[in-house]
């Protein structure tokens, strides 16, 4: 963000420069939102993505409706958005590392992406 406090403009950091600040203290109570957004990806709404067991404990296993997922991608993204694991080519996944709370399992492809919510207990 840089600019006035009051109403900052904001870049993404691959943009930021050396002076790239806000001009000014941010008024006491002030609080800024940010969404993750992903634009120009289109979601898979029928993915037919099935994820087991929910909640888990130690290994997640995902099935894909056409059988194909080696076709696809996955990742595990925390609530934040933040890429917590990269996944092998494979349909089962070891989550014990994990801390207990919601994570999601991020199916991509060519064509886009879609989420799952799962529980690591």
Known sequence: MSGDPQSPEVFNYKDMGDDDALDGTIPNGTIYKFAYRVSGVQSLESSG????????????????????????????VDLLGNTIKELPKSNRVDVKDLNSGVYFLMMQSAEGYSMHKFIKK
């Open 49 to 76: 993505l099935s994820i087991y067991p929910n909640p888990v404990e130690d290994v997640l296993s995902f099935e894909v409706k056409d059988g194909e997922w080696k076709n696809y991608t996955f990742s595990i």
